[in-house]
């Protein structure tokens, strides 16, 4: 019995040393775990004061003690976290449109942008091209305003800095579009000029570069020395010319003491027409009179299209026949520069030349015979030659040797 107690006591002091020893560790363990949960409610207070300022979470709230309302403060805290998550993510994807808006090279991925590790790095990144482009953008301005200085157009720099849109960014260039549009302007209708310049030197240019430019300038030097040997050739014409008029000037004058004579033939010409059978109510034509020209008929003998003239066989000489009675009396048609004839051309139909004549040798009517043929061009008498006569080419006129040439009227002053 007695060594039974003995081993009681024992047992029991046993269980009660370890029980101390329990106790000991258990409250260590207590220590412990307080300590650890301070140093986490620090860090949570702290997080949570630092993610926002205004934080109602307080170190009162984490207190171990207060375990049961941990989980609740706790949920807020995971709130504050996922708002900064959140406002985070958003940086990065703002950061990522805004890096490939600037131009940033190899522009990082969304979730690059999102990467604690990498936020700094692709901030640095993004800020130095912003920073590039804001450069560039100075120097572009700056580039324009020097640009519309030059030419005198006035570029207002604090506009193009203040622009918000497209819209701004037009209005604010507009004095420059306008100077540009001017220029176009002028450009083409130099080229328009040169084009015509060119057709008109007989040659034919894009004009799009310098030697377009060059190759006018040469087509007009060539045209200005064929101008000189025209000039010369004209010269020489005025010269003939000259002489022509002093031998019509005294041919003139024969012609007036003609007249004279001619008044006192009058009444021996009356009993002319009894003697030759002309019938007594006979009148006939004075001498370039609108009866006799009436009566023109000649032909287109010589073209020169270069100098621009033509010659027709009627001159000085020439006569129309006036019948009575059976008879042909001659008439002088007495030409000059007053004198205004029509060129046309038969066809195959009336080709043969007795179409043109009656039958007693008079040329047919001019009325008439312009129903028979075709209209070439209407031309005043410049020169009068003993059996010639030379006229202008008008203007775009296609007249050639063989057209048929009458009588239209005379030139008024």
Not at 124 to 143: C, F, G, L, P, Y
Not at 180 to 203: E, F, P, W
Not at 275 to 282: E, K, M, N, P, R
Not at 323 to 339: A, E, H, I, M, W
């Amino acid at each position: 019995m007695k060594i039974l107690n003995i081993t009681l006591s024992i047992v029991i002091f046993l269980l009660a040393a370890a029980s101390a020893v329990f106790s000991y560790f258990l409250f260590e363990k207590r220590a412990q775990f307080v300590n650890s949960h301070s140093a986490m409610a620090t860090a949570i207070r702290e997080s949570s004061v630092a993610l926002d300022p205004t934080s109602d979470i307080t170190m009162d709230k984490l207190a171990h003690h207060k375990h049961a309302e941990l989980n609740g403060h706790l949920a807020l805290f995971k709130k504050q976290v996922d708002a900064v998550i959140e406002q985070r993510n958003r940086m990065g994807d703002a950061l990522h449109v805004i890096g490939g808006n600037v131009g940033v090279k190899s522009n990082p991925t969304k979730e690059e942008y999102r990467s604690l590790e990498m936020t700094q790095g692709n901030i640095n990144r993004v800020q130095n091209q912003v920073r590039s482009v804001v450069t560039n953008r100075k120097e572009t301005v700056d580039a324009i305003v020097r640009l519309g200085g030059k030419y005198r157009v006035k570029i207002s720099d604090g506009a193009l800095y203040n622009a918000s849109d497209d819209q701004d960014y037009l209005k604010a260039l507009s004095p420059l579009t306008a100077f540009v549009d001017s220029v176009i302007n002028t450009r083409n209708t130099y080229g328009n000029v040169l084009k015509q310049v060119a057709l008109a030197a007989g040659a034919r240019v894009n004009v799009r570069t310098g030697s377009d430019a060059n190759t006018v300038l040469v087509a007009v030097r060539k045209k200005a020395a064929e101008v000189a040997g025209l000039s010369k050739k004209l010269r020489e014409m005025q010269n003939e010319n000259r002489r022509l008029t002093a031998s019509n000037n005294a041919k003139d004058k024969q012609l007036t003491a003609a007249a004279r004579r001619y008044a006192d033939s009058q009444n021996a010409l009356r009993d002319l027409k009894a003697s030759i059978g002309v019938a007594q109510d006979f009148v006939p034509w004075k001498p370039g009179s609108e009866e006799a020209r009436s009566r023109l008929f000649g032909k287109v003998v010589n073209v020169d299209r270069e100098l621009g003239y033509f010659v027709i066989d009627l001159g000085a000489n020439s006569v129309v026949y006036q019948t009575s009675n059976k008879k042909r009396l001659p008439v002088r048609l007495n030409l000059d520069d007053k004198v205004e004839v029509m060129v046309i051309r038969g066809n195959a139909g009336n080709s043969n030349p007795e179409l043109w004549l009656n039958k007693d040798g008079s040329v047919v009517a001019s009325a008439d015979l312009v129903k028979m043929d075709v209209f070439v061009a209407s031309s005043c008498i410049k020169k009068v030659g003993e059996n010639a006569c030379v006229l202008d080419i008008p203007v775009g006129a296609d007249i050639n040797v063989g057209d048929i040439v009458l009588y239209k009227g005379v030139k008024k002053d």
